[in-house]
């Protein structure tokens, strides 16, 4: 924390001095858990060492020296704020070309653009969840196969935890194209940082996908195929999961993903809504994810899908949300409704904030964990749907989900479809899949070592 605070302050005099100059605004952030302890005291305030970072302001795009560094090195691209699809086509290209996996959450929409390219990746978040969860000799020999020489970041941090402790456990150089100019480097690891505000992040990403000035050599082909293995290894954990046949918040979020027809806009809430997809949903083309992220991502999410479904009206625009989210900003619909917007609002409804369940939050006694997080509504969304003249469904099995998703009685409208859960369900599912994940890969080391021609790593 006093590292962060250090590095957080170093930035702030950065940006206070600059063209034009004045005075900026710090936010202080609390650190994890945000759980209280009376008996901590406050470590001594000394100055903190933090990496030296070659900072380059780059008006256009030339890249020469860094594509020459990184060629034929084994890397990983990671991809973290809001990208359109084109944007992400761009750094899947790149990709292709570096012969490296690409990492992205779906705000990025790097699971769209990656879509049938066999880029490995696609399952990073749970796997490293699984990895972590579950330490032992096989999941670190799996983590040292994983090790890259180069991390590629774009843009903020990504949504997943696990990908970010990954980034900072890694030994890997780091080079950071930040699209903001606000030198987003929160893991304090960045070697190089690019300040790519003027150009774009898609610029980078062309260049290196196509700039014919400079040779780039692609990774040995053994570097990708272990992280594709690794795709496939929890692709068939998945496939033999609740998630295909039972109705939870979780396999609710990936019927989505797989229901709606091409063309369709899928835009996300926070907290568990997008990381449910980040976690399950496979890659698939001809959708477009947005969201809203940031400290302050759950104001105004309604209205964002209204928004979306007014400038797109010709393709179905769904909101996926929580019960507090859609709560948060519930007068929104009333836009969907007086306009008839073409607007399907899928409702997680699990009486609360399920995110904090994931987190140390839950081990509070019930009435703690209750009052303060997860702050239960006991709504009555039938009723809800009633007030702004919303169309309204509540499926009880995977196969009614798929059916309301699939088929829209009203050609424009709003539409309510409510999914009922409890807070711990995705708790169990997301311990089940790591456990199975956690087996699955030690068994994959004993074949390693048994059969030495069965690869995992160079």
């Not at 292709?96 to 879509?115: E, K, S």
């Amino acid at each position: 924390m006093i590292q962060y605070a250090y590095w957080n302050a170093r930035q702030i005099s950065a940006r206070a001095v600059e063209s034009p100059s004045g005075p900026v605004q710090i936010n202080v952030p609390l650190r994890d858990p945000l759980l209280p302890d009376p008996e901590a005291t406050l470590p001594a305030l000394s100055r903190v060492r933090t990496p030296g970072t070659q900072s380059w302001d780059a008006q256009g795009v030339d890249g020469g020296d860094i594509f020459h560094d990184i060629s034929g090195k084994r890397g990983v691209v990671v991809i973290g704020g809001m990208l359109d699809v084109a944007d992400a086509q761009a750094w899947v290209a790149a990709a292709q070309r570096l012969g490296w996996p690409i990492i992205g959450d779906p705000a990025t929409n790097v699971p769209v653009a990656a879509a049938g390219t066999g880029l490995g990746g696609a399952r990073a978040e749970i796997l490293f969840t699984a990895l972590y969860q579950h330490e032992s000799e096989a999941s670190q020999a799996l983590l040292d196969a994983l090790e890259p020489d180069v991390i590629l970041r774009v843009g903020r941090l990504p949504v997943s935890k696990s990908v970010v402790r990954w980034m900072k456990q890694s030994h890997a150089a780091m080079i950071l194209i930040d699209n903001a100019g606000l030198r987003e480097d929160e893991t304090m690891s960045a070697r190089i940082l690019i300040d790519a505000h003027a150009s774009g992040v898609r610029a980078w990403g062309e260049a290196l996908a196509h700039a014919a000035h400079v040779q780039l050599s692609a990774a040995p082909p053994t570097w990708q195929a272990v992280w594709q293995r690794m795709d496939t290894l929890v692709n068939d954990v998945l496939a033999h999961s609740s998630l295909v046949n039972t109705l939870h918040h979780s396999s609710a979020s990936v019927a989505l993903t797989e229901s709606v027809r091409e063309g369709s806009n899928i835009v996300l809430a926070n907290s568990n809504a997008i990381r449910h997809v980040d976690r399950y949903a496979p890659r698939r083309a001809g959708i477009t994810y947005m969201a809203n992220r940031g400290l302050n991502g759950i104001d105004g999410m309604i209205s964002t899908a209204c928004g979306v479904a007014c400038t797109r009206p010709d393709v179905p625009t769904y909101f996926l949300t929580g019960d507090l989210g859609f709560f948060h900003d519930m007068n929104g619909l009333e836009v969907a409704a007086r306009y008839h917007l073409p607007l399907t609002v899928v409702v997680l409804n699990n009486n609360g904030g399920g995110i904090f369940a994931f987190l140390q939050q839950a081990r509070l006694n019930d009435d703690e964990f209750g009052a303060l997080f997860q702050t239960p509504l006991t709504m009555d969304i039938r009723s809800v749907a009633s007030v702004y003249r919303a169309e309204y469904s509540h499926p009880t099995t995977l196969d009614e989900l798929r059916h309301a998703l699939r088929h829209n009685t009203r050609e424009q409208g709003l539409r309510i479809v409510e999914v009922s859960s409890t807070i711990s369900d995705d708790v169990h599912v997301m311990q089940t899949v790591c456990a199975d994940i956690a087996l699955a890969c030690t068994r994959l080391i004993h074949d390693h070592a048994t059969h030495p021609d069965c690869q995992v790593k160079e």
